[in-house]
């Protein structure tokens, strides 16, 4: 079956900033939900195809793969979402702390959000980013508190129901007609108070830990992309996964390469007699040294490709090429036999006119003649 797009399926346009994905998701989750149109299949599937569309569409990196090579380039998104629970667990921090499963009735949903995901910064040469290279990553994150085992009461004591809710976790506020349940502000969502707060996390149920972290970063990978762990980030409050750890990759800057996409470009320098009779130069790439061979009358700032030569390419496609830019150098100093060698070219040259500098003369001529007449 032939996927619709996913900017259609959003009702975006293609340069649609990242708040007008989320404006119009949100209108969309709200419009298909399951709960505001039960026994609607064709709503559900509305659904869930604006989830996976969102799950692509605010993520940078999936974005622009998609936008690249389509489908294919993201295949697997949404896969993941078999029921409204999933989406909840991925998406619910968009609706505003949770608003938007507490206004569907949802009180076991509420109780069952993912962690908060944590960030991670891996720095890389270029070399390194060309090959792919485990790292690992230093990172502070909350872990489970072992004393109190989550719970956050000190062993051998429990919570007790919140008054507020009834033990619910939610509670009703009627307008009219209108009737709205919302988490509980006092025991936010736990249906419980804790009287006796653990020692050891003060009542949180987890504990601050430094962790280090082993992250395998696959070759071509940008500056700007990221790598995430599953399961890697902070533990939920409420007994749902934990979060995520996303790992964001900086690459150093080079002192022979500029990258451009997939491609590599490299200035290189060389002589009026190599650029004017023609040579062999030797090039330097990642893989190794390379033969260039410089065609006679080169002229400076000519752009050579080696095919192939550049970055590979993160999704197992093509690699890029590297781009060879020649540019004259000027030597400044030359010994006594240069000067005399140089000044009898240049002699030669005021009889044999080069054809673009004869052709640039010829116009001068034109323009003083124009001139004159005037």
Do not use: W
Not at 77 to 82: L, V, Y
Not at 87 to 111: Q, V
Not at 220 to 232: A, H
């Amino acid at each position: 079956m032939i996927k619709q797009d996913y900017y259609e399926v959003l009702c975006v346009s293609r340069d649609a900033t990242g708040k007008e994905i989320s404006r119009s998701y949100r209108k969309l989750a709200v419009k298909y939900h399951p709960d505001s149109n039960p026994g609607d299949e064709d709503a559900n599937r509305q659904f869930k195809s604006a989830a996976e569309a969102y799950e692509v569409l605010s993520d940078p990196e999936k974005r622009s793969r998609y936008d690249r090579f389509g489908h294919q380039g993201v295949e697997g998104a949404g896969s993941h979402f078999t029921s409204a629970e999933d989406i909840f667990a991925a998406f619910g921090e968009i609706f505003g702390g949770g608003m938007f499963g507490d206004f569907f009735g949802g009180e076991g949903r509420s109780r069952a959000r993912r962690g908060a995901d944590v960030r991670a910064d891996v720095k890389l040469t270029l070399e390194e980013a060309a090959s792919g290279v485990s790292k690992t990553v230093e990172l502070q994150r909350n872990e489970t508190c072992g004393t109190c085992n989550g719970q956050g009461s000190q062993p051998g004591t429990q919570p007790e129901g919140c008054q507020q809710c009834g033990g619910r976790g939610q509670v009703i506020q009627s307008a009219g007609i209108l009737r709205v349940q919302t988490t509980c502000p006092v025991c936010r969502g736990s249906g419980k108070i804790i009287v006796h707060p653990c020692q050891d996390c003060h009542g949180q149920g987890a504990v601050s830990k430094h962790v280090k972290l082993e992250v395998s970063i696959p070759a071509g990978v940008d500056d700007g992309m990221r790598v995430r762990l599953n399961n890697e980030g902070e533990p939920s409050d409420s007994g749902g996964p934990r979060g995520d750890c996303y790992c964001f990759i900086h690459v150093r800057a080079h002192k022979l390469f500029h990258r451009d996409g997939q491609n590599l470009i490299l200035q290189m320098p060389i002589a009026y007699t190599q650029a004017a009779l023609g040579c062999e130069i030797e090039v330097p790439t990642l893989g190794g040294a390379e033969i260039l061979q410089v065609p006679r009358g080169t002229q400076s700032g000519a752009i050579f490709k080696l095919a192939g030569k550049g970055m590979p390419h993160p999704q197992g496609g093509r690699p890029g090429n590297l781009m060879v830019q020649t540019y004259i150098e000027t030597p400044k100093k030359i010994s006594a036999q240069q000067q005399e060698l140089l000044r009898q070219l240049a002699e030669l040259e005021q009889t044999e006119v080069l054809p673009e500098r004869k052709n640039f003369l010829d116009r001068i001529k034109d323009y003083f003649a124009v001139s004159q007449q005037v």
